[in-house]
């Protein structure tokens, strides 16, 4: 039996539109070593060349930029690590000096910067994954800094000298601030053995935490101590005077609240240690029963916000091509009632496209999508 075989395009049922009209899509990906910034600032810099050369009713658009993510991200990033500076400044210059709250305010842009520059040793690139990384390590990064800090400040109320002060805090909390970061580390770790596919997903989150957590333990061993050993006495005038004498009342305020409140607290709490120790137990039975009991959702990938909006059809096999279009008419139509309700579809959508007789992704939009 012989048969015949046809080298050519086959007529199907799929089509596409983008705001009205008929369209085709380009998925552009990176060859190389290629930012998506770079890929992103490439391919429209490309459309604005292209489009004054089409024909009329021909056009070209950007569709779906996954680099804006990329950048929101990174500007969340710069976003969170100035803020966390400005806390950390404020909140550590109400109790502390405000000298000793800028040095170890200084540990989070030199842990971060530190990470950034082991990572083409870690074969990390910078992506979301890794940026969401650096986010986490935002509220930890400063913690051992402030340990150390703390010990150095209240050796020199003590009486002891800058140097002086800086070895002996440092041999205070040089054990705990250690097991703490290390715990920190090790808690991390596991991440590093997830096979398969979401391993290599996820490596990049262990990696930068670590080498964050890592480099933050030796700027807080080595030069935050240089730091305030090198330090010079306040001689109570300009600026940092006025600071300093609004900052020991303030303190003089929490050493009160500590004497009265937390140190007969404690006491308490030692004197019925057994008391206190059945009481954290209970709580943590009932926290096990809480989760075990299913009071408190588990979701993996949690529904969160998004700047394209999604609608999938999946009509039965064998429906006619015409009626699966009539139902996307009726979605479109739907799409721009929705727009108008809320501003007109000029304010808030960049374009509406939808594909027919595709088993939809949303990596393109899906069957239809609104951005």
């Given at each position: 039996m012989a048969g015949r075989v046809v080298d050519g395009f086959r007529e199907t049922d799929q089509e596409a539109s983008y705001n009205g009209k008929r369209a085709a899509t380009v998925r552009v990906f990176r060859v190389g070593t290629q930012t998506p910034t770079q890929v992103s600032r490439d391919v429209r810099a490309y459309v604005e060349e292209l489009r004054p050369k089409l024909p009329p009713g021909?056009?070209?658009?950007?569709?779906?930029?996954r680099s804006e993510v990329l950048e929101q991200r990174m500007d969340l990033l710069m976003r969170n690590a100035l803020m966390g500076l400005v806390l950390v400044m404020i909140t550590l210059g109400l109790f502390l000096e405000i000298r000793l709250a800028f040095w170890v305010t200084m540990g989070i842009p030199t842990s971060i910067i530190g990470a950034i520059v082991l990572m083409p040793w870690m074969d990390v690139s910078i992506n979301m994954i890794s940026l969401f990384a650096f986010i986490i390590t935002l509220g930890i990064v400063v913690d051992d800094a402030i340990v150390v800090?703390?010990?150095?400040?209240?050796?020199?109320?003590?009486?002891?000298?800058?140097m002086d002060a800086a070895i002996a805090g440092l041999r205070d909390v040089w054990g705990p601030v250690t097991f703490a970061v290390l715990t920190t580390v090790i808690a991390f770790m596991p991440l590093f053995f997830t096979p398969g596919v979401m391993g290599k997903f996820f490596m990049p989150i262990p990696a930068i935490v670590i080498a964050v957590l890592l480099i933050s333990l030796v700027e807080c061993f080595v030069i935050l101590p240089a730091h305030l050993a090198h330090s010079s006495p306040s001689s109570g005038k300009g600026i940092l005077g006025f600071i300093e004498k609004r900052q020991q009342r303030v303190s003089r305020m929490l050493e009160w609240l500590i004497e009265k409140t937390y140190e007969p607290t404690l006491r308490l709490n030692l004197r019925w240690r057994y008391a206190t120790l059945g009481i954290a137990i209970a709580m943590l039975v009932v926290t096990v029963g809480i989760l075990r009991g299913g009071h408190i959702k588990f979701t993996f990938m949690p529904r969160i916000e998004s700047d394209i909006v999604v609608a999938q059809l999946k009509m039965p096999f064998g429906t006619p091509v015409e009626d699966t279009k009539a139902v996307r008419d009726r979605l479109l139509v739907a799409a721009r009632q929705v727009l108008e309700e809320h501003g007109g579809e000029a304010a808030l959508s960049r374009g509406i496209f939808a594909e027919v007789g595709s088993s939809g992704s949303s990596n393109t939009g899906g069957r239809g999508g609104v951005t």
């Amino acid at each position: 039996m012989a048969g015949r075989v046809v080298d050519g395009f086959r007529e199907t049922d799929q089509e596409a539109s983008y705001n009205g009209k008929r369209a085709a899509t380009v998925r552009v990906f990176r060859v190389g070593t290629q930012t998506p910034t770079q890929v992103s600032r490439d391919v429209r810099a490309y459309v604005e060349e292209l489009r004054p050369k089409l024909p009329p009713g021909v056009g070209v658009d950007v569709w779906n930029d996954r680099s804006e993510v990329l950048e929101q991200r990174m500007d969340l990033l710069m976003r969170n690590a100035l803020m966390g500076l400005v806390l950390v400044m404020i909140t550590l210059g109400l109790f502390l000096e405000i000298r000793l709250a800028f040095w170890v305010t200084m540990g989070i842009p030199t842990s971060i910067i530190g990470a950034i520059v082991l990572m083409p040793w870690m074969d990390v690139s910078i992506n979301m994954i890794s940026l969401f990384a650096f986010i986490i390590t935002l509220g930890i990064v400063v913690d051992d800094a402030i340990v150390v800090g703390e010990a150095t400040y209240t050796r020199r109320r003590d009486g002891l000298s800058f140097m002086d002060a800086a070895i002996a805090g440092l041999r205070d909390v040089w054990g705990p601030v250690t097991f703490a970061v290390l715990t920190t580390v090790i808690a991390f770790m596991p991440l590093f053995f997830t096979p398969g596919v979401m391993g290599k997903f996820f490596m990049p989150i262990p990696a930068i935490v670590i080498a964050v957590l890592l480099i933050s333990l030796v700027e807080c061993f080595v030069i935050l101590p240089a730091h305030l050993a090198h330090s010079s006495p306040s001689s109570g005038k300009g600026i940092l005077g006025f600071i300093e004498k609004r900052q020991q009342r303030v303190s003089r305020m929490l050493e009160w609240l500590i004497e009265k409140t937390y140190e007969p607290t404690l006491r308490l709490n030692l004197r019925w240690r057994y008391a206190t120790l059945g009481i954290a137990i209970a709580m943590l039975v009932v926290t096990v029963g809480i989760l075990r009991g299913g009071h408190i959702k588990f979701t993996f990938m949690p529904r969160i916000e998004s700047d394209i909006v999604v609608a999938q059809l999946k009509m039965p096999f064998g429906t006619p091509v015409e009626d699966t279009k009539a139902v996307r008419d009726r979605l479109l139509v739907a799409a721009r009632q929705v727009l108008e309700e809320h501003g007109g579809e000029a304010a808030l959508s960049r374009g509406i496209f939808a594909e027919v007789g595709s088993s939809g992704s949303s990596n393109t939009g899906g069957r239809g999508g609104v951005t």
